[in-house]
């Protein structure tokens, strides 16, 4: 399935090392644009959301061609749902909201 704009996806990223999820906005030669949030702060995120707490808010990035790793779309498995799905699951809100 090819990657879309307005998709939900994971970059991992190189030099340094940096995982992001966020929303697709644009992806060509150069890189990608998204709007995103550091998955290492996706927990504390949802938490502050569901519990009307201040929170940093998505921001949008550029990321280079040669800081990508990789960049896989947010689905669920048969048993894990996605990260949308678990935004969704803990705050009651889209993260495209956001």
């Known amino acids: 399935m ?3 704009t ?3 996806i994971i970059i991992v990223l190189h030099n340094p090392r940096e995982k992001i999820i966020g ?3 644009e992806i060509n030669a150069s890189g990608v644009f998204v709007r995103g949030i550091d ?3 996706f927990d504390d995120w949802c938490r502050a959301i ?3 707490e201040p929170f940093y808010s998505m921001q949008n990035y550029f ?3 040669w800081r990508i790793e990789r960049i896989t779309q947010d689905e669920d498995s048969a048993e894990v749902p996605s990260m949308a799905q678990q935004f969704s699951q803990r705050t009651g809100l889209n993260i495209e909201d956001f």
């Open 63 to 65: 990321f280079p061609m």
């Open 39 to 41: 998955l290492n702060a």
């Open 23 to 25: 929303v697709l906005d």
């Open 2 to 4: 090819k990657v879309e």
């Open 6 to 8: 307005g998709d939900i």
């Open 50 to 52: 569901a519990n009307n």
